[in-house]
């Protein structure tokens, strides 16, 4: 199993070619057999986890068979060739599911991957929920405190805030250098463990899901960079 993620920016004039774009994306993506599951995304001002969106930045999040089914859609795809011309920076991360629980959209998309004891090296972490109208606000009165925590958190790389549904449906990928880093972030730097503590008193999200995977290829630029390289 293969998930990419590929984030694009448009240009200010091409916004309405973008919000076009994510119906028209739906019909390839249905059929085309090598996804296994697909979901198109908006993102955060900047890129970053934000209530405010950011109209020239978009993503799609897909999971493969193999990398040669996603070769296949980089060289040949609708979707693929309208980027290339209308966008001016895509980026794309491939990786490998290490370990995934819960639900999107009542599936599971990556599996049940069986996690290696031994792994060592860079991890991405997805953590995607569907927030209850009545919990709206305090899941994002708390944004803030998380999205700043993270940023200056040991190992932190990178990440994207992107989501399905404005303000509900939201979810965050990031990178991180290593797995303790993660943990470290996740169970042991306080205002996190608060938030997370939180979210389980107050039953904040009617699905979620967390998933981590390691890295295998980031290939093009985003603002201006490679986040991995």
Same mark, same amino acid.
């Given at each position: 199993m293969l998930v990419s993620l590929t984030i694009v920016r448009y240009p200010k004039y091409y916004i309405p070619l973008a919000f076009i +774009?994510? !119906?028209? $994306?739906?019909?390839?993506? $249905? %059929?085309? =057999?090598?996804? /296994? $599951? +697909?979901k198109l995304l908006g993102c955060g001002k900047n890129g970053t986890f934000d209530i405010n969106p950011d109209y020239q930045q978009w993503g799609l999040? !897909? @999971?493969w068979n193999n990398i040669e089914d996603f070769e296949k859609f980089k060289k040949d795809s609708f979707i693929w060739n309208f980027w290339r011309i209308l966008t001016t920076e895509q980026? /794309?991360? %491939?990786? =490998?599911?290490?370990e995934s629980h819960g639900k999107w959209d009542n599936k599971e998309p990556f599996g049940n991957p069986v996690s290696d004891k031994n792994f060592n090296g860079k991890i991405a972490v997805l953590t995607r929920a569907t927030i209850r109208l009545n919990? %709206?606000?305090n899941f994002w009165k708390n944004v803030p405190i998380v999205a700043s925590s993270m940023n200056g !958190? =040991?190992? $932190?790389? /990178? +990440? @994207?805030?992107?989501?399905? @549904?404005?303000f509900i449906k939201q979810a965050t990928f990031s990178i991180w250098e290593s797995l303790d880093d993660v943990k470290q972030f996740a169970y042991r730097q306080r205002q996190h463990a608060e938030i997370i503590k939180l979210t389980r008193q107050e039953d904040w999200y009617s699905e979620d899901l967390f998933a981590r995977f390691s890295i295998i290829q980031s290939f093009g630029t985003?603002?201006?960079k490679n986040p991995l390289e």
């Open positions: +774009s994510m !119906a028209i $994306f739906r019909i390839p993506l $249905f %059929l085309n =057999k090598n996804i /296994t $599951f +697909s999040m !897909a @999971v980026w /794309t991360i %491939l990786c =490998k599911p290490y919990r %709206l606000r !958190a =040991k190992g $932190f790389i /990178t +990440s @994207v805030g992107i989501g399905e @549904v404005p985003i603002n201006n």
